[in-house]
């Protein structure tokens, strides 16, 4: 089965530590997206990504997040500085195409927890 | 902007009742509608889609048809059974004019977790 993989599956950072969290798209997919799930909420989205490139990062926080999807290895989300409201689980998804009716496929997620 | 409102939950029903969970929808231009379900600890998994006027979308005997005219997408279910206890969540894709109009993001609802007893 070679869907979307993220890892790691749960991770906990002090304050003011880094969190790297990565993620593989399905094989032969191009796009990948970055969406945030706060407790009690929907599954908000961060940003998009094709190959080497940043295509829309309008639900990104200013300060203190970045990602990256080089043109070798897994795509990354960088947390520095980690706060208690970064708490969340943060899902990485792909798609081959972006268009009308084109499915995005997620990963299990990654669970971060700020103590 | 685009936008999800689904009924909030919980959604607590007994094994083989009817499920309804409403889905309404603003939208730019003509989305895609997708349902997708979230088992606990798990990520979330594709239940169904529907690209255009009056398609109904189904998997697994859950069912939603695209309503234009009432810009819904309501999720049904005609006997629920207890491993469908999950969140729903209800979503579109549309042209998103923060990437000029080349992201076809999901925009997604609140969630609706569902609880079914035996």
């Known amino acids: 089965n070679a869907g979307v993989m993220q890892n790691p599956r749960h991770l906990v950072r002090r304050r003011g530590q880094e969190a790297r969290l990565r993620c593989s798209p399905v094989?032969?997919?191009?796009?990948v997206y970055w969406y945030r799930q706060l407790p009690e909420e929907g599954l908000k989205f961060m940003v998009y990504?094709?190959?080497?490139?940043?295509?829309?990062e309008s639900g990104m926080p200013k300060e203190r997040f970045s990602a990256e999807f080089p043109k070798e290895g897994p795509s990354i989300l960088r947390i520095q500085q980690v706060v208690r409201g970064d708490s969340a689980a943060y899902f990485c998804?792909?798609?081959?195409?972006?268009?009308?009716?084109?499915?995005?496929?997620f990963g299990e997620g990654s669970w971060l927890t700020v103590v | 902007g685009n936008s999800v409102t689904q009924m909030e939950g919980p959604v607590t029903l007994s094994e083989e009742a009817f499920l309804t969970i409403n889905c309404t929808y603003t939208a730019t231009g003509y989305p895609s509608l997708f349902w997708y379900v979230q088992y606990p600890g798990e990520g979330l998994q594709l239940l169904l889609k529907?690209?255009?006027?009056?398609d109904k979308g189904s998997n697994k005997g859950f069912e939603a048809t695209y309503r234009k005219e009432t810009t819904s997408f309501h999720l049904e279910k005609g006997s629920v059974q207890v491993s469908d206890s999950a969140v729903y969540f209800c979503?579109?894709?549309?042209?998103?004019?923060?990437?000029?109009?080349?992201?076809?993001?999901?925009?997604f609802g609140k969630g609706t977790l569902l609880t079914v007893n035996p």
């Open positions: 529907a690209t255009k006027a009056d």
């Open positions: 990504l094709q190959k080497e490139n940043i295509i829309d």
């Open positions: 998804a792909s798609s081959q195409l972006t268009g009308p009716g084109n499915t995005i496929y």
């Open positions: 979503a579109l894709s549309a042209p998103d004019d923060n990437s000029g109009g080349s992201n076809y993001k999901l925009t």
């Open positions: 094989k032969g997919h191009s796009h």
